[in-house]
């Protein structure tokens, strides 16, 4: 397969080649004309000519002879058009050959007159100079056939001049990907030795479909990438969404890209990841088209294996580098100027692709740094930044404020919301080096139920394990995620698992019974696909390695199989005075004034954590408009108020 890039990295035969070709043609044009040429002069040209066509590597014109299959006559056709865009002479030439100085351009009965084996199936749709757009007919008018003019394609001009570069009416539909700088890990470079050693034993014209399987396309892309280098191609990136939506311009689009495979070392990297489900139908026609219209090696990434192909397919799993991989990718960026904990605690926590370490290592070694601790907590940030934009379309993003010194509970849910974080931190351990992964294909993840009424501290609770952990904490939107279209709720899902994969999200499903609700029985269809995103959720669940915590009201209308499958169940219970009490002596910032509050008395109202909140905050807004410090007076005003809204009976005596 590096045959093609030394022909094309040879340009003194190439430029050889013209020269002889362009003399050799101008000397049957003379002669055409009425000049007096020795046949000797002609057929030595004609020889040396041929001789140099022979050497390998072959020159440009040549080469596509090879590729297109043309006939003696479609070569010195092609050869014919071609000269008038390199020798101005031709154009001359060709008017005086013709016995008519209007016709200073090649035709068809030029061409007849010139060349033996002439024949009319050369002008036909479907011989190589027309079908693959090589030669074009500027038909003008009533201008007989015979005598308009024939004009080579422009990029094919080029081409034979020795000017490789991808054809300008592509460039807007193609990307070039960049060829690779650093090995993969041997996880992914066992996967491009496998496909190279394949590829090794194809033809030419027996290329496979390679579907590179999985979500991460930046590593199938890295992929890809090394096995072109190897084979000595380039890789264009093409996204299923920019193709032509019209048949007729799909089939000319890739008419276009195989005439491109067939002149440049190319690989086409079709990159479905982005298909837009609501023009599911049409996508997946347009995908038919292509892939039984592309003949060049074409890399298909794709989420799961597309059982609808014609041709010889060959499918790879392809996931991130492992943690150890990814602990070793990290050391060799950042070397001696971390400590050796760094690697570890990144690669731990976050679960990212090569091109993903690169760039924060960059980013975080771009500016200077005194101190370790300084670069750890910076590489820290970073990749918490870097693992949100995917989420921030599907959930929101909780600012973690809230401490340890903020919860009011009972010990033993204290001790098991510490046991929660201590698992996040602690799952590669025991996961990985302490083998348990290798024993269990599912449960792999941390999950929790926050059980308790409303204001009875789950978010709180949720904000705390997450500050501590020092992770982002989403809450999940569920009008975003929960969709009345069937099947549609989970597609919502799956992206919003794959996304939080990548940085270990802690993902917070509040008033998880509408989302996470009992199975029903079967009565229709929508029953039928409402139990399958249910039994969906149930296997992501215990497949995402993060932390998904489910806050709900009533635990009871959750479905028992949850139940069976979470790992921690903690019960909020409604506060006892004591515990209201700790909350109203907790509820004011240090900054805010307050002057003589019977905490006591307060925590003699039956409220809930949430509405305590509540009432510090309004009765902090009294004070500022009364210009005066928050006292017992406003508070009591803020608990009224709190009362009425939650529509509880007033006794004027407890407020006196």
Not at 37 to 45: A, F, G, L, Q, V
Not at 94 to 104: E, M, R, S
Not at 224 to 247: D, E, R, S, W
């Amino acid at each position: 397969m590096n045959q093609r890039q030394n022909q094309l990295d040879n340009l003194d035969n190439n430029d050889h080649f013209l020269s002889l070709a362009l003399k050799w043609l101008s000397l049957r044009l003379r002669e055409l004309a009425g000049e007096e040429i020795k046949d000797t002069e002609i057929h030595k040209t004609y020889m040396t000519m041929e001789t140099v066509a022979s050497q390998e590597p072959y020159p440009a014109f040549v080469y596509i002879n090879h590729q297109f299959g043309l006939s003696s006559f479609e070569e010195a056709l092609l050869l014919l058009c071609v000269s008038l865009e390199l020798d101005p002479t031709i154009a001359g030439l060709c008017g005086k050959a013709q016995q008519d100085p209007n016709l200073c351009y090649p035709t068809f009965f030029l061409a007849t007159s010139l060349f033996q084996q002439s024949t009319w199936n050369t002008f036909s749709p479907t011989s190589p100079l027309f079908y693959w757009g090589l030669l074009e007919i500027n038909q003008r008018g009533h201008q007989p056939f015979i005598t308009s003019p024939l004009q080579a394609d422009q990029q094919i001009v080029n081409y034979i001049r020795g000017l490789y570069y991808l054809d300008q009416q592509l460039a807007s539909f193609l990307m070039l990907i960049d060829p690779p700088n650093n090995p993969l890990p041997a996880s992914q470079q066992g996967i491009v030795d496998q496909i190279i050693t394949y590829l090794q034993h194809c033809s030419q014209g027996n290329l496979p479909i390679i579907q590179l399987l999985g979500t991460d396309g930046s590593s199938k892309q890295l992929i890809a990438a090394h096995i072109a280098t190897c084979l000595g191609f380039k890789v264009y990136h093409l996204p299923l969404g920019l193709l032509p939506n019209q048949i007729f311009e799909l089939k000319t689009f890739l008419r276009r890209c195989n005439r491109e495979a067939k002149l440049i070392p190319m690989v086409l990297y079709l990159d479905t990841q982005e298909q837009d489900s609501s023009n599911e139908t049409i996508s997946t026609a347009l995908l038919n088209h292509c892939l039984s219209g592309y003949h060049g090696l074409l890399f298909l990434d794709t989420r799961k294996p597309y059982p609808q192909i014609n041709r010889t397919t060959l499918s790879f799993d392809v996931s991130k580098p492992t943690v150890s991989e990814q602990e070793m990718a990290w050391t060799q960026m950042l070397g001696d100027r971390v400590s050796n904990e760094t690697p570890s605690l990144l690669a731990n926590q976050f679960n990212f692709n090569l091109p993903t370490i690169e760039i924060n290592a960059s980013l975080a070694l771009s500016e200077p740094i005194k101190k370790q601790v300084e670069l750890h907590n910076r590489l820290w940030n970073l990749c918490l930044i870097n693992s949100r934009p995917q989420l921030n379309d599907l959930a929101q993003l909780i600012e973690t404020k809230a401490t340890w010194d903020d919860l009011v509970l009972p010990k033993e849910e204290i001790a098991l919301l510490r046991q929660i974080r201590d698992q996040v931190r602690q799952r590669t351990q025991v996961y990985e080096t302490w083998g348990f992964q290798q024993r269990m294909n599912r449960g792999l993840g941390i999950s929790a139920m926050f059980a308790g009424e409303s204001g009875t501290g789950k978010t709180m609770a949720a904000e705390v394990i997450a500050n501590s952990l020092s992770l982002n904490l989403y809450r999940i939107d569920l009008s975003g995620v929960v969709d009345k279209y069937i099947g549609e709720t989970e597609k919502n899902l799956r992206r919003l698992f794959d996304a939080a994969e990548g940085g270990g999200a802690i993902l917070f499903f509040d008033e998880a019974d509408a989302l996470f609700g009992k199975r029903s029985q079967v009565k229709d269809s929508h029953d039928r696909y409402a139990n399958i995103e249910v039994n969906y959720l149930l296997q992501r669940l215990e497949s995402y390695k993060g932390l998904a915590i489910l806050a709900t009201n009533l635990k009871s209308s959750l479905d028992s199989a949850f139940l069976r499958r979470l790992r921690f169940i903690i019960n909020f219970p409604f506060p006892g005075k004591s515990e209201r009490q700790q909350m109203w002596q907790k509820v004011f910032p240090k900054e805010t004034p307050i002057e003589a509050l019977d905490f006591e008395r307060l925590g003699a109202f039956n409220l809930a954590g949430g509405s305590i909140h509540n009432i510090a905050v309004n009765a902090a807004f009294l004070a500022a408009q009364a210009g005066t410090s928050v006292t017992m007076s406003l508070v009591l005003s803020a608990v009224k108020t709190e009362f009425r809204k939650l529509e509880r009976p007033i006794n004027e005596s407890d407020f006196r």
